[in-house]
Antibody, heavy 116, light 107 residues
Framework: QVQLVESGGGLVKPGGSLRLSCAATGFRFSDYYMSWIRQAPGKGLEWVSDISSSGSIIHYADSVKGRLTISRDNAKNSLYLQMNSLRVEDTAVYYC?????????WGQGTLVTVSS | EIVMTQSPATLSVSPGERATLSCRASQSISSKLAWYQQKPGQAPGLLIY???TRDTGIPARFSGSGSETEFTLTISSLQSEDFAIYYCQQYDNWPYTFGQGTKLEIK
């Protein structure tokens, strides 16, 4: 069955960097758009970024544009999110999701905490 | 950016009764609307897309309706496992945006 497993979250100081990874199994990864969606503690959901199956089409939310970079490696069935210049307001659980427009499947999430 | 507004924020319903959740878009989104369910400590899960199409394995007691700017999620006979937070989400335009959620609680 479909499995998405995120890793790479943790505690980082404002201005710092992190790289999140998402390992995908149970489906043909190279056929699907993939997305990152985040949820601040006790808050709602924000669609952060998505990437086409080939990686040629990418979207970012305005709140992260220029600081977060989505990428994928279809040979490794993996999705990534490079997070630079992190801010306190980036604190959230980051979910990897299969699909764009609708998030068909979700990982369990990885918590990123930005705090001094 | 399209703003999605859900109502009510909290809905208290008894098991076995019907629950009706509303979602409004700030501009027309045709039928480009999805509903998700999130239980405590879990990731959300897709329930409905295209305003009214249930995702694979979703029970028939869940139904969605609406178009343009007004949408409804109906749960016909609430089971204990249905008490959760429900989010609507538009995918007509990037950025795809979610409503703030409706918490469905046991009355």
């Amino acid at each position: 069955q479909v499995q998405l497993v995120e890793s790479g979250g943790g505690l980082v100081k404002p201005g710092g960097s992190l790289r999140l990874s998402c390992a995908a199994t149970g489906f043909r990864f190279s056929d699907y758009y993939m997305s990152w969606i985040r949820q601040a503690p006790g808050k709602g959901l924000e669609w952060v970024s998505d990437i086409s199956s080939s990686g040629s089409i990418i979207h970012y939310a305005d709140s992260v544009k220029g600081r977060l970079t989505i990428s994928r490696d279809n040979a490794k069935n993996s999705l990534y999110l490079q997070m630079n210049s992190l801010r306190v307001e980036d604190t959230a659980v980051y979910y990897c999701a299969r699909g764009s427009k609708t998030a068909i499947s979700w990982g369990q999430g990885t918590l990123v905490t930005v705090s001094s | 950016e399209i703003v999605m507004t859900q109502s009510p924020a909290t809905l208290s319903v008894s098991p076995g009764e019907r629950a009706t959740l509303s979602c409004r878009a700030s501009q027309s989104i045709s039928s480009k609307l999805a509903w998700y369910q999130q239980k405590p400590g879990q990731a959300p899960g897709l329930l409905i897309y295209g305003s009214s199409t249930r995702d694979t394995g979703i029970p028939a007691r869940f139904s969605g309706s609406g178009s343009e700017t007004e949408f409804t999620l109906t749960i016909s006979s609430l089971q204990s496992e249905d008490f959760a937070i429900y989010y609507c989400q538009q995918y007509d335009n990037w950025p795809y945006t979610f409503g703030q959620g409706t918490k469905l609680e046991i009355k």
